[in-house]
């Protein structure tokens, strides 16, 4: 079945530590977007792709790092700079751009919890 | 920022229809209202989406006003599987890229047996 996946979808680290979550898609989906969320918060941006081999930074991405070298993968890094990481990380991916009626809806992963110790 | 106001929480009896409203008073002529809920740690799911009639599909109802101020989204019988957070965002869509969603904290509707 197409869908996102990622993965881990739990995952403890200590401090100081980089981490890299996967967020793999079968959808053919050219763009994709990585969320966090805290606890009773909404979604926030972190970084997003439109295309292979670009992404743009969102309204968090400091203390991240991501790379779009296949369309199907957007691997999102947690890097030691990021000061509050544990958090619930959310995968989504939109169709091509929209062109008439085609609004580009996102489809999210299950998400992937990080703690970090 | 979100440009949406919802309020932060709601019930519903279970098999009443729930309402939820969201206020978008500074929508722009060619942004959608676009609805999404989250069950509790999963990722959102997209619902529906408008432009300015009022449109239906198999999960919910979407009531556009008039001058796009303001929608309410229209579960029609709410079941206990439909307790979620309900995100209202508004987007620019349609020969303009894949602009990401912003969202708000949305409203939390918990449907009471």
């Known amino acids: 079945d197409g869908g996102i996946t990622q993965s881990p979808k739990y995952l403890f680290r200590k401090e100081g530590q980089n981490v890299t979550l996967s967020c793999e898609q079968n959808?053919?989906?050219?763009?994709m977007y990585w969320y966090r969320q805290d606890p009773g918060q909404g979604l926030r941006l972190i970084y997003y792709?439109?295309?292979?081999?670009?992404?743009q930074k969102g309204d968090i991405a400091e203390g991240y790092s991501v790379s779009r070298e296949k369309k199907e993968s957007f691997p999102l890094t947690v890097t030691s700079a990021q000061k509050n990481p544990t958090a619930f990380y959310l995968c989504?991916?939109?169709?091509?751009?929209?062109?008439?009626?085609?609004?580009?809806?996102?489809?999210f992963g299950e998400g992937s919890r990080l703690t970090v110790l | 920022d979100a440009k949406t106001t919802q309020p932060t929480s709601m019930d519903c009896a279970e098999g009443r229809a729930a309402n939820l409203p969201c206020n978008h008073s500074?929508?722009?002529?060619?942004?959608?209202v676009y609805w999404y809920r989250q069950i509790h740690s999963q990722g959102p799911q997209y619902i529906i989406h408008?432009?300015?009639n009022n449109e239906t599909n198999e999960m919910a109802s979407l009531i556009i006003t008039e001058d796009r101020k303001s929608s309410t989204l229209i579960l029609p019988h709410a079941t206990l599987r439909d307790t979620a957070v309900y995100y209202c965002?508004?987007?620019?869509?349609?020969?303009?890229?894949?602009?990401?969603?912003?969202f708000g904290k949305g409203t939390r509707l918990s449907v009471i047996a």
């Open positions: 989504a991916s939109s169709p091509e751009l929209p062109r008439g009626d085609n609004t580009g809806e996102l489809f």
């Open positions: 959808l053919n989906h050219d763009a």
């Open positions: 792709s439109q295309i292979v081999n670009d992404f």
């Open positions: 965002i508004v987007r620019v869509a349609a020969n303009s890229g894949n602009t990401p969603l912003v």
């Open positions: 408008g432009l300015k």
């Open positions: 500074t929508i722009s002529g060619n942004e959608y």
